[in-house]
């Protein structure tokens, strides 16, 4: 039943310029630094020995701002193919429970954010490669740089896709998420408890995996939440 | 009898107003139901909790004999709906839109062609539904409910929005179901013109409640002829008749006689003729079903 809700689901997006904004994502973060080492190359050099965390370091103080407001974008675009006119109670009166229906927003609204890492991995690779920043290509610390603000965003759209399912007006989770993308672009003055800044990988530990791993369990339990939410109202 | 649709004590309040109260709605295995009553009597709501997209505040909805509470998903593989306005994706086309559905229903692929032929949107099945008029959104909606070939289809004001001749082949399609696939229709209306020409049996609901449930003949029943009666003076004419014992009502206009038959009426006339009153003209008027509706519902109002 899942698997069909989800293709159904991915049918749904045709033509929303989702897959376009899965791509811009990605390029983006990655031009800025296109941008960056373009103007001031030797400058950025001279800053640290390890040209090549530098440059991770660098993409990586735009990823969570681009990582935050995708989500908050795709999270209500979903929610507003359903509310359009108003498909909520056709898709539930259809032999599917309600909580597979969410399931399936999620997961598709997943699939698409982590196709955007996947992206990005390549891009941060590809351009690092260009620019000649050493031999010794880290590629673990490329891949955690990729995949890691993912799964630390988790909470946040687990967050915004309740808020945008069981709203009628979606300026309230757009509102809400474009407070979210200030706390993410803010979070180095932030405490660690906050979920927007968990993207950033930064924490007084000083591993990134913890972020991670926070993630999932936080946004774990914020689906859930939102999934039970979804599930006890009634569709109007 | 084998019931499709029962609930029992059905209510439903929204805060502390209650939308529908205490409805027992029972509907045969075959028929066409007509589900009757003005704008805002609680059809909408009632038939939301038919299909588990309400929960009822109490009571209980049982479909094909199973109670909807614990079995919802089984229970609405048999089932196809289309609740008030038509539900699409704009930005998809018409077979998309149905291919949406598809994919949870579980039906062939050919299902989809058949349905579009069925409700004649075979032509335009290739483009986006954000161009289609209302009408050809509807037909999609209703192709939709029947995707599945469900036992029991639930339509909310099915032909809102449809053309005259839209409205025809509808009925056809309508009254063609039960016979054809052995479906059993739930039509809701607040037209009683339209439901009188395709149900079999009707029910209809006022602030909540179902004032009356039976099969469409016992209502027309209710339709029968009375008689009035145009004399000089009216008030005179009904206090004689009164006095002799006849049943009468005083209208505006005219006197109103209360006869079971022929011959009651040629009494009363030759009564009032020995009596001495100019009798102007006798006719008979018939009690149209929408009188019967209106009265119904006044009186549910009044009370």
């Given at each position: 039943?899942i698997?069909?809700l989800v293709?159904?689901?991915?049918?749904k997006?045709?033509r929303?310029?989702?897959?376009?904004?899965?791509l811009i994502?990605p390029?983006g973060?990655?031009a800025?630094?296109m941008?960056?080492?373009g103007v001031?190359?030797?400058?950025?050099?001279?800053?640290?020995?390890?040209?090549?965390?530098?440059?991770?370091?660098?993409?990586?103080t735009f990823?969570?701002?681009?990582?935050?407001l995708?989500?908050?974008i795709?999270?209500?675009?979903?929610?507003?193919?359903?509310?359009?006119?108003?498909a909520?109670?056709?898709?539930?009166?259809?032999?599917?429970?309600?909580?597979?229906?969410?399931l399936?927003?999620?997961?598709?609204?997943s699939?698409?954010?982590?196709?955007?890492s996947?992206l990005?991995?390549?891009?941060m690779?590809?351009?690092?490669?260009?620019?000649?920043?050493?031999?010794d290509?880290?590629y673990?610390?490329i891949?955690?740089?990729s995949?890691l603000?993912?799964?630390?965003?988790?909470?946040?759209?687990?967050?915004?896709?309740w808020?945008a399912?069981?709203?009628?007006?979606?300026?309230i989770?757009?509102?809400?998420?474009?407070?979210?993308?200030?706390?993410?672009?803010?979070a180095?003055?932030?405490?660690?408890w906050?979920?927007?800044?968990?993207?950033?990988?930064?924490?007084d530990?000083?591993h990134?995996?913890?972020?991670?791993l926070l993630?999932?369990?936080?946004?774990?339990v914020l689906y859930?939440?939102g999934?039970?939410?979804?599930?006890?109202?009634?569709?109007? | 009898m084998?019931y499709?649709?029962e609930?029992?004590h059905?209510?439903?309040?929204?805060?502390k107003?209650?939308?529908?109260?205490?409805?027992?709605?029972?509907?045969?295995?075959?028929?066409i139901?007509g589900?009757?009553?003005?704008?805002?009597?609680?059809?909408?709501?009632t038939?939301?909790?038919?299909l588990?997209l309400m929960r009822?505040?109490?009571?209980?909805?049982?479909?094909?004999g199973k109670d909807?509470?614990?079995?919802?998903i089984?229970?609405?593989k048999?089932?196809?709906?289309?609740?008030?306005?038509?539900?699409?994706?704009?930005?998809?086309?018409?077979?998309?839109?149905?291919?949406?559905?598809r994919?949870?229903?579980?039906?062939?692929?050919?299902?989809?062609d058949?349905v579009l032929?069925?409700?004649?949107?075979?032509?335009?099945?290739?483009?986006k539904?954000?161009?289609?008029?209302?009408?050809?959104?509807?037909r999609?909606?209703?192709?939709?409910?029947?995707?599945h070939?469900?036992?029991?289809?639930?339509?909310?004001?099915p032909t809102?929005?449809?053309d005259?001749?839209g409205?025809?082949?509808?009925?056809?399609?309508?009254q063609?179901?039960?016979?054809?696939?052995?479906?059993?229709?739930?039509?809701?209306?607040?037209?009683?013109?339209?439901?009188?020409?395709?149900a079999?049996?009707?029910?209809?609901?006022?602030?909540?409640?179902?004032?009356?449930?039976?099969s469409?003949?016992t209502?027309?029943?209710?339709?029968?002829?009375?008689?009035?009666?145009?004399?000089?003076?009216?008030e005179?004419a009904?206090r004689?008749?009164?006095?002799?014992?006849?049943k009468?009502?005083?209208?505006?206009?005219s006197?109103?006689?209360q006869?079971?038959?022929?011959?009651?009426?040629a009494?009363s006339i030759r009564?009032?003729?020995?009596q001495?009153?100019s009798?102007?003209?006798?006719q008979?008027e018939?009690r149209?079903?929408?009188?019967?509706?209106?009265?119904m519902?006044k009186?549910?109002?009044?009370?």
């Amino acid at each position: 039943m899942i698997l069909s809700l989800v293709k159904a689901d991915f049918l749904k997006i045709k033509r929303k310029g989702m897959w376009l904004l899965c791509l811009i994502g990605p390029f983006g973060v990655v031009a800025l630094q296109m941008v960056n080492y373009g103007v001031r190359k030797d400058y950025l050099f001279d800053q640290m020995d390890d040209r090549w965390l530098y440059y991770i370091l660098n993409i990586n103080t735009f990823t969570p701002l681009a990582i935050v407001l995708g989500i908050v974008i795709l999270t209500s675009f979903m929610a507003s193919i359903e509310d359009e006119t108003n498909a909520w109670k056709q898709l539930v009166a259809l032999p599917v429970s309600k909580r597979a229906v969410y399931l399936s927003k999620f997961t598709v609204v997943s699939c698409i954010v982590f196709l955007s890492s996947v992206l990005l991995f390549l891009f941060m690779l590809g351009y690092g490669l260009t620019l000649g920043l050493g031999a010794d290509i880290p590629y673990l610390r490329i891949i955690e740089y990729s995949f890691l603000p993912f799964f630390a965003a988790l909470p946040v759209l687990g967050l915004q896709l309740w808020v945008a399912s069981v709203s009628k007006n979606q300026a309230i989770p757009v509102t809400l998420g474009a407070v979210g993308v200030i706390l993410a672009y803010s979070a180095p003055l932030l405490p660690d408890w906050v979920i927007w800044k968990w993207p950033a990988l930064s924490n007084d530990w000083d591993h990134s995996y913890i972020n991670a791993l926070l993630g999932i369990g936080f946004g774990l339990v914020l689906y859930v939440l939102g999934m039970i939410d979804f599930k006890r109202r009634d569709v109007k | 009898m084998e019931y499709i649709v029962e609930t029992k004590h059905l209510t439903k309040s929204f805060g502390k107003e209650k939308a529908v109260s205490n409805l027992e709605m029972k509907i045969p295995k075959g028929e066409i139901y007509g589900f009757l009553g003005p704008n805002g009597a609680g059809k909408t709501t009632t038939i939301r909790m038919l299909l588990g997209l309400m929960r009822p505040t109490s009571g209980s909805v049982q479909l094909f004999g199973k109670d909807m509470k614990n079995n919802r998903i089984e229970i609405l593989k048999n089932v196809g709906s289309l609740v008030e306005n038509p539900s699409y994706y704009p930005h998809l086309t018409a077979k998309e839109n149905l291919e949406a559905s598809r994919k949870i229903l579980n039906v062939p692929k050919k299902r989809i062609d058949e349905v579009l032929q069925q409700v004649r949107l075979h032509g335009v099945a290739n483009k986006k539904v954000k161009g289609y008029s209302l009408g050809m959104k509807q037909r999609l909606g209703i192709a939709a409910a029947m995707l599945h070939q469900p036992e029991l289809l639930i339509l909310d004001e099915p032909t809102n929005g449809l053309d005259p001749s839209g409205i025809i082949e509808m009925r056809q399609l309508i009254q063609s179901l039960p016979k054809e696939y052995g479906m059993t229709v739930l039509i809701s209306s607040h037209l009683l013109s339209e439901i009188d020409q395709m149900a079999t049996r009707v029910g209809v609901v006022s602030k909540g409640k179902m004032i009356f449930q039976d099969s469409i003949e016992t209502m027309r029943k209710f339709a029968q002829a009375s008689i009035q009666v145009k004399v000089n003076d009216n008030e005179a004419a009904w206090r004689s008749l009164l006095a002799n014992g006849q049943k009468a009502d005083l209208g505006e206009e005219s006197v109103t006689l209360q006869a079971e038959d022929d011959e009651q009426v040629a009494a009363s006339i030759r009564y009032l003729v020995q009596q001495g009153f100019s009798i102007y003209r006798v006719q008979e008027e018939k009690r149209s079903l929408e009188n019967i509706f209106l009265e119904m519902t006044k009186e549910e109002q009044a009370g």
